[in-house]
């Protein structure tokens, strides 16, 4: 596994422009608050956002960070004659105004949702056509955070840039400072991010472990592209409740905080705010940990040790001369290979062909004439033969480049002459265990150790892991545990440090400094 260095990230982040976010002053730091959408879904009210404020209030989370108040999707329900938006009647039948106005009453700030394409995705009016005025209905009602989906949109790249540059000018036009929230769930929005927005997602809803574990690996690469005005977004928090739409079990949730920590996200809370669980209270209350989180210096925590957390399964998409006795070449009507146990996949976001231990919703594929198909798409191979993508039929300008499927159980495809079949590799092994490393202002480190394992861990960081923050390797550390909120040991370089973390998702953060 290739390891990152943060002292080469704080080099490589030197040389990038401190310039390139929009230009509305906002997010020098993550954002901090609350949304409705992992707590509510849809079934939000004037009264719950209210609510919602007077609770963030009361817990005095608005004294350590959290500031802004976001309504999520349901809000809206068509447009009046003249192509404004129009809030829902039943449920907000005063508008958003006056809302915006008792929040900003109590210190906070207020945040709403749309869409890019027509729709959102509970098929409310979307902003496509309509950034103008919107943005302009936004602005008249005080909106300090716009969070703007991707449901009922065009994934081609150059379309959604496009349709995200026309709601950033437009609501820089307002002349009102107004955080710009992209939500397109996947990692190649964070090399224009900045030039977009304030904040853009990297990776799906996270609504399970699972989904928290695939953004933290889809984050993992792109900790170049954050810094102060924009930020790496792997989506809101879960908490513990179980009142609330989505969550974690403690141990995991605490987690996914610090995680989110240490890789600079906004701390979006989603846990049921109105009967928010004192466990949670504490987690989101831990100023030691909130403080790397919103550290001046800005720079995104890297992993140091281990790899993907969590992972479906290795591009399967090699092809390799057709040999008549290698079983990796011999797959059977459920597209399952013997060879190693595992079934072919098609990841739709990477547009990977993948294993899975698992037969899932995504195993769509087909034979038809003897043809491969996934969706009705072509699977071929590009001439460099390592990149298999599915492709519209009447697109695939050379048919050869086809799969075709033949009574030997074989996908094979020719390429100059030469028959080539599809072949099976080793699931690539998940890693259980990370250390994951954040750079702060004063040259001190954060440092999470991760165990997704189902048994207690000892994780061990020796000489070369610290060099791997920046240390020399000869010095004399101070640790402290920012969970127990206490210095818990000092350490001589070379030496090593391997505390013991619980299983299932457990976690340790630290802050590891030199002994002045």
Known sequence: VKHTSIAYVWVLLMAIS???????????????????????????????????????VSTQLNRIGYEYVNIDD????????????????????????????????????????????KYTCQKRPGSLNYEIIDAQTYASWDIDYLKEDSCYASDDHHTAFDQYGKMRDALNQTNRPIYFSLCGWNTWYAPVGASLG????????????SNVLNAIDSNAPLYHYAGPGGWNDPDMLLGTSARAASSLTKTRSRTMFNQWAVMAAPLLIGSNILHLPPYDLETYSNTEIIAVNQDRLGVQGVRIEGGNLKN????????EPCTENNPSQVWDAEFKND?????????????????????????????????????????????????????????????????WFNEQGRFYTNIKGEEYCLTALPAEMVSTTNIWARKLYDGSVAVIFLNNHDEPAQIECNTECFKKMGFDG????????????KNIQTLQLPGKFDPTVEPLGGSNIYLIGKVQ
């Open 312 to 319: 479906i399964g290795s591009i399967v998409a090699v092809v």
């Open 198 to 209: 304030n904040s853009w997602r990297i990776a799906g809803d996270c609504n399970t472990w």
């Open 74 to 117: 349901c809000w809206a329900v068509s447009r009046d004659n003249k192509g404004a938006i129009v809030p829902d009647p039943e449920r907000f039948p005063h508008g958003i105004k006056p809302i915006a106005d008792y929040v900003h009453s109590l210190g906070l700030k207020l945040g709403i949702y749309t869409d890019r394409g």
């Open 474 to 485: 000869t010095e004399i550390l101070n640790i402290r545990d920012l969970e127990l909120h």
């Open 339 to 403: 060879h190693h146990s595992l079934y072919m996949s098609f990841d739709i976001t990477n547009r990977n062909l993948i294993y899975g231990t698992v037969f899932d919703k995504d195993h769509r594929f087909k034979i038809e004439n003897n043809k491969l198909l996934i969706h009705n798409l072509c699977v071929s191979v590009l001439p460099d033969r390592k990149h298999i993508y599915p492709y519209e039929c009447h697109l695939v300008e050379d048919q050869e480049s086809s799969f």
């Open 18 to 56: 401190p310039n390139l976010a929009i230009p509305n002053g906002l997010a020098l730091s993550p954002a901090m608050g609350y949304n409705t959408w992992n707590d509510f879904r849809c079934n939000i009210t004037a009264q719950d956002i209210i609510d919602a404020a007077k609770m963030i």
